[in-house]
C-alpha cells in the first residue's frame, strides 16, 4: 500500500492505541503501520508517508499525553479528524511458568503507572516499576527476559508469547482513555451538532488578567471549555502555551466568533480541528449565543450604519 492509504499508530503491537485504532471502521482497509514514539508517527503523516496517524492526547486519570498535545503545537500544523474513548484495564503479563512471588520487577508505559499504583502496592509491593515506550512494548520487553512482568492489554499476551496472571486491574473505575485521528489540514468536515474544536493559544504578553482574558472571550460566545492547559514552550521559565479543547465547531457563530477574538488577543493561535465528539454529547446553547442569534445582531448592526430602524424585539 501507498502512503495515502497507511495509518500509522504508536505501537509495537497489541497496544491500547491499536485496538482503540481498530474500532474505526475505515481502519480494516487500511495499512496500519505501529511506530516507535508519538513523535515518529506523526512526522510520517508529516512527510507523506501516511495519510494519518492514530495516537492517545488524554487519559481521565493522569491528564493529557505530553507527548502528543506538544507535538500537536509545534512543527509543521496538523489536525485532529476524528476522536475515540476507550475505557482502559491492564492485565499483568508474564512469561510462562511466572509466578506472582517471582516478579521482582515490572514495566508499562509512564501513563499506566497512576492507574495500578495502587494495586501494585498491595499485590507486588516489593517489585520495582521501570518505564516503557508502550504497554506492549513493555510485553516484549518481558518477552526478551528483561524484567519480570509487564501491565498491557491482555490482548497483548498472544501476541508476546506471555500469559495474564491477574487481568482487569485499574485502581480508578471507569479509567478511559482519548485517542485521536491526525492528519494534514484541510477543510473540517461539516458541524454534526455534537462537535469539539481544538486550539493551541500563545499569549501576547504575560500580564494580571492574561488568561482570564482569554477564558472571557469563550464565556462571552457561549462556548464551554471541556479542558485547557498550559504547557511549557521551551523559550524559558514562566513560558508557557495553552492547549484547548471546547464545545462546538468552527463553522458555529458562537465558536467562530471566540475564536477571532482569541486571534486578535493572542501572539498566535493555532486550530486543532474541528471533529465529531466521540460521546455523541451537544452542547446546550445559552439563550443568545445561537447562529440566528449572532446573525441577527449583524444585520442589527448593519441596519444602525445604514440609517434605517432597527425592528422592535418586543
Not at 454534526?192 to 481544538?198: H, I, M, R
Request: with cysteine.
Amino acid at each position: 500500500m501507498t502512503g495515502a492509504s497507511r495509518y500509522t499508530y504508536l505501537g509495537p503491537e497489541g497496544t491500547f492505541t491499536e485496538a482503540a485504532l481498530r474500532t474505526l471502521p475505515e481502519a480494516a482497509t487500511r495499512e496500519l503501520v505501529p511506530t516507535i514514539s508519538v513523535p515518529a508517527a506523526l512526522d510520517a503523516v508529516r512527510g507523506g508517508e501516511a495519510a494519518a496517524a492514530f495516537v492517545p492526547i488524554e487519559n481521565s486519570v493522569e491528564g493529557a499525553v505530553n507527548a502528543t498535545v506538544d507535538e500537536l503545537a509545534s512543527g509543521r500544523p496538523l489536525m485532529i479528524y476524528r476522536e475515540v474513548l476507550m475505557p482502559i484495564a491492564f492485565a499483568l503479563l508474564a512469561r510462562p511458568g511466572t509466578t506472582m512471588d517471582t516478579i521482582k520487577t515490572v514495566t508499562g508505559h509512564p501513563v499506566a503507572q497512576p492507574q495500578v499504583r495502587g494495586w501494585l502496592a498491595r499485590h507486588l509491593p516489593d517489585a520495582q516499576w521501570e518505564s516503557a515506550a508502550s504497554n506492549a512494548d513493555g510485553a516484549r520487553l518481558v518477552q526478551e527476559g528483561r524484567y519480570d512482568a509487564a501491565f498491557a492489554g491482555e490482548f497483548a499476551a498472544p501476541i508476546y508469547g506471555l500469559v495474564p496472571l491477574v487481568t482487569d486491574i485499574h485502581d480508578a473505575q471507569n479509567a478511559t482513555t482519548r485517542f485521536v485521528l491526525v492528519s494534514r489540514p484541510a477543510r473540517p468536515a461539516a458541524p454534526t451538532g455534537a462537535d469539539k474544536t481544538s486550539v493551541v493559544l500563545w499569549l501576547r504578553a504575560d500580564h494580571p488578567g492574561a488568561l482570564l482574558e482569554v477564558m472571557q472571550e469563550f464565556a462571552a460566545c457561549g462556548v464551554n471549555l471541556t479542558r485547557i492547559e498550559s504547557r511549557p514552550t521551551g523559550a524559558g521559565i514562566g513560558q508557557y502555551s495553552f492547549s484547548a479543547d471546547c464545545e462546538g465547531h468552527i463553522a458555529d457563530r458562537r465558536v467562530g466568533e471566540a475564536l477571532m477574538g482569541l486571534r486578535r488577543l493572542c501572539a498566535d493561535v493555532r486550530f486543532l480541528g474541528s471533529y465529531p465528539r466521540a460521546d455523541g454529547v451537544a452542547p446546550t446553547v445559552r439563550t443568545g449565543t445561537a447562529d440566528a442569534d449572532f446573525l441577527a445582531a449583524a444585520d442589527w448592526l448593519t441596519r444602525c450604519l445604514d440609517g434605517r430602524p432597527a425592528p422592535d424585539r418586543s
